[in-house]
């Protein structure tokens, strides 16, 4: 399989969820460098732990931010997240089982990651920013105050 490669297409504007997407692309790759170059089962094994945890992790923190920017879709996002989350650990349970589930894997991951980012995220991505950038103000002010009670 070619490698995934990270345009500034995928790019929602938020930097920290586009430096985790591009994490998620970094773990796919090496799933993918793996499987191709005949690393152990182990190895893999701890390859796909690895993305997986990232990903789950991820998700949390991008759910995270919508319920903080009231985002009003969140629960449906969680939801989308959250199936997901079962397919892969689907593909995982195969893996543990003994079946060599890379391949089928990480075309899963390739395709998903790149129609949610697209679709899913997208529709969160005015909401989040409206918020952080309330936050970003609000620090900006209060720092102002303490500058002209304290300065």
Known sequence: MAKFIWTSQLNVGIEVIDQQHRRIVEYINQLDDARSNGHSREEIGYLINDLVDYT??????????QEEANYPFAKSHKK?????TQRVSDFQARYDKGEDVSKGLNSLLVT????????????YVEAVKAYLQHQKDFVENKKGLFARLFG
């Open 112 to 123: 998903w990651l790149f129609n949610h980012i697209k679709r899913d995220d997208a529709d």
């Open 80 to 84: 989308v997240h959250d199936l997901f």
């Open 56 to 65: 789950i992790s991820h998700f949390g923190f991008e759910e995270s931010l």
